[in-house]
């Protein structure tokens, strides 16, 4: 029997108990489909005791891309599948899913456990067990090995990093919905603090983690999408901040954006590198899977609990992930990152300043205890008068750290 741990139901938001009804609404702008959502057994030695759901949309060619969907905490398999949108862009553009579902025997809030070693080391449990969901998913269905994702929301946003990073030779990109970084949590206990106020590491001790991983490993690293509402207390937002610190670091790209970009639902969308890593911030949004119900082709799920009305996240990822078949997409209308308006000879503006005086000043911001550059959005440190910060400022109202 495998430890139950009820600590993480503060990952499900104020409803936690409140666990989704299996297929409860339909997409309406679907037209019928015979195909339907299956569970699959036998698929692996599974030492994770996960159950196992593939969808396969009618007329499905040989080499399709595949999706890994990781349901929250108080969710399961078919109610992260119906209401999050991704049956649209399965059958709109052919490529499987594979659904995990976690049970109440591993987890009595059915959160996946990205917490727990023995869970998130590769070759071992949980992780060890989605692995093997898509090596039947290559066999059974005919998959493409080289264009294989992952996706999911909160703790399966957790679990999509723990993927990531202990799988890079597996997937070939990933979405970290409301998430946490990998290993940022070793135990029940430590998963509290990542959740909120969050964790603060350089970018290298969290590129390290990921590194250490799967050691020596020398081949290319998956792109990341990171999503976060700014207004979820369940997980904090500074956890969006430092999964972008991990993966930047270990895709060998900086911690500034490359460009910016201005998406509706109130969404900022940050690049980073070569569109390697993506940060999308959803202004007022609470702990949930973004999306936007609607027959348009950027429209898609169901609202309900955890699955909130701003942009469909779902559309975003697939472009991102090459879905559509036209390979990788550009970031959408995007904007260089700002550039200095004065003129080239004049000097740059500089500000030294307690972190505190930064805000009040409107050179930066404070979420969660923590200050960020206004514009950038570069982690300064903790918002107190003690911790000093070096600003300079490219453009109206967009400050980088240093000078």
Same mark, same amino acid.
């Given at each position: 029997?495998?430890?139950?741990?009820?600590?993480?139901?503060?990952?499900?938001?104020?409803?936690?108990?409140?666990?989704?009804?299996?297929?409860?609404?339909?997409?309406?702008?679907?037209?019928?489909?015979?195909?339907?959502?299956?569970?699959?057994?036998?698929? !692996?030695?599974?030492?994770?005791?996960?159950?196992?759901?593939?969808?396969?949309?009618?007329?499905?060619?040989?080499?399709?891309?595949?999706?890994?969907?990781?349901? !929250?905490?108080?969710?399961?398999?078919? !109610?992260?599948?119906?209401?999050?949108?991704?049956?649209?862009?399965?059958?709109?553009?052919?490529?499987?899913?594979?659904?995990?579902?976690?049970?109440?025997?591993?987890?009595?809030?059915?959160?996946?456990?990205?917490?727990?070693?023995?869970?998130? /080391?590769?070759?071992? #449990?949980?992780?060890?067990?989605?692995?093997?969901?898509?090596?039947?998913?290559?066999?059974?269905?005919?998959?493409?090995?080289?264009?294989?994702?992952?996706?999911?929301?909160?703790?399966? #946003?957790?679990?999509?990093?723990?993927?990531?990073?202990?799988?890079?030779?597996?997937?070939?990109?990933?979405?970290?919905?409301?998430?946490?970084?990998?290993?940022?949590?070793?135990?029940?206990?430590?998963?509290?603090?990542?959740?909120?106020?969050?964790?603060?590491?350089?970018?290298?001790?969290?590129?390290?983690?990921?590194?250490?991983?799967?050691?020596?490993?020398?081949?290319?690293?998956?792109?990341?999408?990171?999503?976060? #509402?700014?207004?979820?207390?369940?997980?904090?937002?500074?956890?969006?901040?430092?999964?972008?610190?991990?993966?930047?670091?270990?895709?060998?790209?900086?911690?500034?954006?490359?460009?910016?970009?201005?998406?509706?639902?109130?969404?900022?969308?940050?690049?980073?590198?070569?569109?390697?890593?993506?940060?999308?911030?959803?202004?007022?949004?609470?702990?949930?899977?973004?999306?936007?119900?609607?027959?348009?082709?950027?429209?898609? #799920?169901?609202?309900?609990?955890?699955?909130?009305? /701003?942009?469909?996240?779902?559309?975003?990822?697939?472009?991102?992930?090459?879905?559509?078949?036209?390979?990788?997409?550009?970031?959408?209308?995007?904007?260089?990152?700002?550039?200095?308006?004065?003129?080239?000879?004049?000097?740059?503006?500089?500000?030294?300043?307690?972190?505190?005086?930064?805000?009040?000043?409107?050179?930066?911001?404070?979420?969660?205890?923590?200050?960020?550059?206004?514009?950038?959005?570069?982690?300064?440190?903790?918002?107190?008068?003690?911790?000093?910060? /070096?600003?300079?400022?490219?453009?109206?109202?967009?400050?980088?750290?240093?000078?």
């Amino acid at each position: 029997m495998r430890r139950s741990s009820s600590i993480l139901t503060r990952l499900a938001g104020a409803a936690a108990g409140v666990v989704l009804a299996a297929a409860a609404v339909l997409i309406a702008a679907l037209p019928a489909q015979a195909a339907t959502l299956t569970q699959v057994t036998g698929f !692996g030695s599974n030492p994770g005791n996960l159950a196992m759901y593939a969808y396969r949309p009618d007329g499905l060619p040989a080499n399709a891309p595949a999706v890994v969907l990781l349901h !929250g905490c108080a969710q399961n398999a078919s !109610g992260y599948f119906t209401n999050s949108g991704w049956q649209k862009y399965a059958d709109l553009w052919k490529f499987a899913l594979i659904v995990p579902q976690q049970s109440s025997a591993n987890n009595s809030s059915t959160c996946f456990n990205w917490f727990e070693t023995g869970d998130t /080391t590769r070759g071992q #449990g949980e992780a060890l067990s989605i692995k093997q969901m898509v090596d039947y998913a290559k066999t059974n269905y005919g998959t493409d090995a080289s264009r294989v994702y992952v996706s999911g929301l909160s703790a399966g #946003g957790a679990m999509s990093a723990v993927m990531l990073a202990t799988y890079p030779d597996v997937f070939a990109a990933g979405s970290v919905i409301a998430g946490i970084a990998y290993r940022c949590a070793t135990s029940t206990t430590t998963a509290y603090s990542c959740m909120t106020p969050g964790v603060d590491k350089t970018p290298a001790q969290w590129g390290d983690l990921v590194r250490n991983a799967y050691p020596g490993y020398a081949g290319p690293r998956p792109r990341v999408a990171i999503w976060h #509402g700014t207004s979820d207390y369940t997980v904090a937002v500074a956890n969006a901040t430092e999964s972008r610190d991990q993966w930047t670091n270990v895709l060998g790209g900086s911690q500034t954006p490359s460009s910016t970009a201005s998406l509706p639902g109130g969404t900022s969308l940050e690049v980073y590198g070569n569109d390697q890593v993506r940060v999308y911030r959803v202004s007022g949004m609470g702990h949930g899977t973004p999306v936007h119900p609607g027959s348009g082709i950027d429209q898609c #799920g169901t609202a309900t609990a955890y699955f909130l009305d /701003t942009i469909c996240s779902t559309y975003r990822d697939a472009l991102f992930f090459g879905l559509d078949g036209g390979g990788s997409s550009p970031s959408p209308t995007p904007t260089a990152s700002p550039s200095p308006s004065s003129s080239p000879t004049a000097p740059p503006v500089c500000v030294t300043a307690s972190n505190y005086a930064h805000v009040a000043a409107g050179r930066a911001y404070q979420s969660l205890g923590y200050a960020y550059a206004m514009g950038s959005n570069q982690k300064m440190g903790l918002y107190n008068t003690f911790y000093t910060s /070096t600003l300079q400022q490219t453009a109206p109202n967009y400050w980088v750290i240093g000078c």
